[in-house]
């Protein structure tokens, strides 16, 4: 089985090269689930029924999020709607919401998606590590075949997740950051890891967002808000294949359709 996991989709830059690019690339490279992290895909900030409508009809099978989910107020009706929108497990339980979707793949497998969100220079939530573990210990499925989307900032806090679930889940990749990292790899016990899948969007920019914003922000300290870039457009995702039989990564590949 094979995953593509698509990188945080920043505003209506990356909705277009999303929907212009990502059939194809699910066609050439034999997908079996598309997996996207979309907290940042309306306007750059959060997300809106309209907007997570377009990015399942674009191919993408399951939405991940991140911190920035709850920006838009009309997402929180969104959840009750929209089983394929996860947020992170480890906000509290009145929120609305789920952090763990059971999906069955074009090929017939049976995968366990899991959203959580670390802490360091992030909110002040419940242990992520502590969160998984309930996660992994409610899975029925054997082998369970299980993806962990972990949405944080500090590298060391998703490198210590990554020991820590290794042989225990499938793959874990790292969003947030919106950089790729060149670290991918597989792990002792079979677990897929990569620091972070980079993002989805115009990369003239920072991170995703018009270089003069952010300019301005670092050279006077105060902030102004950020509008999304446009020049030079493309998709940074990660594919990874798994062992129907055994639940186990068996290759994880940078994929990035900027030159």
Not at 42 to 70: C, K
Request: charged share 25%; glycine share 10%.
């Amino acid at each position: 089985m094979k995953v593509l996991f698509v990188g945080d989709i920043v505003g209506k830059s990356g909705r277009t090269v999303l929907k212009r690019q990502l059939g194809q690339i699910l066609q050439d490279c034999g997908i079996d689930l598309c997996i996207a992290n979309c907290e940042n895909a309306a306007g750059g900030f959060g997300l809106t029924p309209d907007v997570g409508q377009e990015i399942l009809a674009a191919g993408v099978d399951v939405m991940t999020s991140g911190n920035h989910i709850w920006d838009k107020k009309d997402v929180f009706d969104y959840f009750r709607e929209e089983p394929r929108l996860l947020r992170p497990a480890n906000y509290i339980d009145e929120l609305p919401g789920k952090g763990v979707f059971r999906v069955s793949t074009r090929c017939g497998v049976n995968v366990t998606i899991a959203n959580i969100s670390g802490r360091a220079f992030l909110d002040d939530i419940d242990c992520p590590f502590q969160t998984i573990d309930r996660i992994i210990g409610s899975l029925r499925e054997e082998p369970p075949i299980c993806i962990v989307d972990f949405h944080a900032e500090a590298t060391a806090e998703k490198l210590a997740m990554a020991w820590y679930l290794d042989g225990r889940v499938s793959a874990l990749v790292g969003t947030h950051t919106h950089v790729q990292t060149a670290d991918e790899r597989i792990l002792p016990k079979g677990t897929a890891y990569m620091t972070d899948v980079g993002m989805t969007g115009a990369f003239d920019g920072v991170i995703g967002f018009r270089s003069e914003d952010s300019i301005y922000r670092f050279k006077t300290g105060v902030s102004r808000p950020l509008q999304v870039a446009k020049q030079n457009k493309g998709i940074n995702a990660v594919i990874i294949a798994i062992d129907d039989e055994t639940g186990k990564a068996t290759s994880i590949e940078r994929y990035s359709t900027i030159k």
